[in-house]
C-alpha cells in the first residue's frame, strides 16, 4: 500500500522558514517524479516544486523560486521542501505527491500525480 506522509507544516510569522517532509512507502519511486503541491481556500491545487527521485531535475513555481528548495534522501525515501523567507500568500494546505509523468517543459500538473498524501497546514501571518 503506497503512503505519502506529510509533515512541518504550522504557524509562522511573515519572513520565517519552515521545512516539510514527505514520507514515501509501499512502492519503489526510482522513476518517479515527486511534487509539491498547494491549495489555498477557495483555490485549485497548484503545483510549488517537483524533483525527479534520480535528482537529475527540478522545477519551481515562478512565486517560490529563490526562497523553497526541494530536496531528497534516498536513505530514508523522505522528499523535503525548504521554505524561507515565507510570505501570507504562501498560506495553504501543502500536499506531497508522486507521479509517473515528467513533462519536459512546464510544471507538474495535479492531474497527472498517481499517489497523494493527505497534506499538511502551512499558514503565514502577517
Known amino acids: 500500500q503506497v503512503q505519502l506522509v506529510e509533515s512541518g507544516g504550522g504557524l509562522v510569522q511573515a519572513g520565517g522558514s519552515l521545512r516539510l517532509s514527505c514520507a514515501a512507502s509501499?512502492?519503489?519511486?526510482?522513476?518517479?517524479?515527486m511534487g509539491w503541491f498547494r491549495q489555498a481556500p477557495g483555490k485549485e491545487r497548484e503545483f510549488v516544486a517537483g524533483i525527479l527521485w534520480s535528482g537529475s531535475s527540478i522545477k519551481y513555481t515562478d512565486p517560490v523560486k529563490g526562497r523553497f528548495s526541494i530536496s531528497k534522501d534516498n536513505t530514508k525515501n523522505t522528499v523535503s521542501l525548504q521554505m524561507n523567507s515565507l510570505k501570507p500568500e504562501d498560506t495553504a494546505v501543502y500536499y506531497c505527491?508522486?507521479?509517473?509523468?515528467?513533462?519536459?517543459?512546464?510544471?507538474?500538473?495535479?492531474?497527472?500525480?498517481?499517489?497523494w498524501g493527505k497534506g499538511t497546514l502551512v499558514t503565514v501571518s502577517s
Open positions: 509501499g512502492r519503489t519511486f526510482s522513476n518517479y517524479a
Open positions: 505527491g508522486a507521479s509517473s509523468l515528467w513533462p519536459v517543459a512546464g510544471p507538474l500538473s495535479s492531474r497527472d500525480m498517481d499517489y
